[in-house]
């Protein structure tokens, strides 16, 4: 229920932020979550990780391109909003060279929207601008299709997770 309740809030959040881009600004927002399966969304390691992985992302969004910030500290996870100047298909390439780079991006959904003509949130997704489909961090297969089939228990997933961020870790 708390993860339902978390969707909704951000929505309206999501919402809200945008509202504030003019009419003629072609600007989105970056909406920074980590995709862990589970009851613990947050704890030392994972807040550690997620403050590593953003400060990638600022880097990436440089301060002149970003209008406003926000980061939230929820039971549900860590969130980060950055609205910024730059139009959705230029932002989500930025955002998706991340996932796939960075040795967690996998971990992150770095996800870009916008408010479309009926005024309402749209997501920009990796195939509306012709880049490849997001893959699993297990099989490597599509990631929606393992996430939809549940192919992978919430315990392997995890066990994967802590397997990457060690590593990580480790090599850091």
């Keep these: ?35 862990v399966p589970g009851p613990i ?13 953003l400060e990638e992302v600022i880097q990436v969004l440089k301060p002149e391109r970003t209008l406003e910030e ?32 960075h040795p967690l991006g996998r971990l992150f959904d770095l996800d870009v929207v916008f408010l479309n003509e009926k005024n309402t949130v749209t997501g920009t997704s990796r195939t509306d601008l012709g880049l490849p489909v997001r893959r699993c961090f297990i099989c490597d297969r599509p990631a929606k299709e393992c996430g939809r089939s549940r192919r992978h228990s919430v315990e392997e997933l995890q066990m994967e997770i802590s397997k990457q961020i060690l590593r990580y870790l480790n090599n850091n």
Aim: a negative charge.
């Design 70 to 101: 926000m980061k939230r500290v929820k039971n549900t996870g860590l969130e980060y909003y950055a609205l910024t100047s730059l139009s959705p298909s230029e932002l989500k390439p930025l955002m998706v060279e991340i996932e796939e780079k």
């Design 41 to 53: 969304k947050t704890n030392k390691v994972l807040n550690d990780v997620f403050e590593d992985l």
């Design 1 to 35: 229920m708390a993860m339902l309740d978390a969707r909704e809030q951000r929505a309206a959040l999501e919402y809200n932020l945008l509202s504030h881009l003019e009419n003629d600004n072609p600007g989105s927002l970056l909406v920074m979550t980590m995709a």
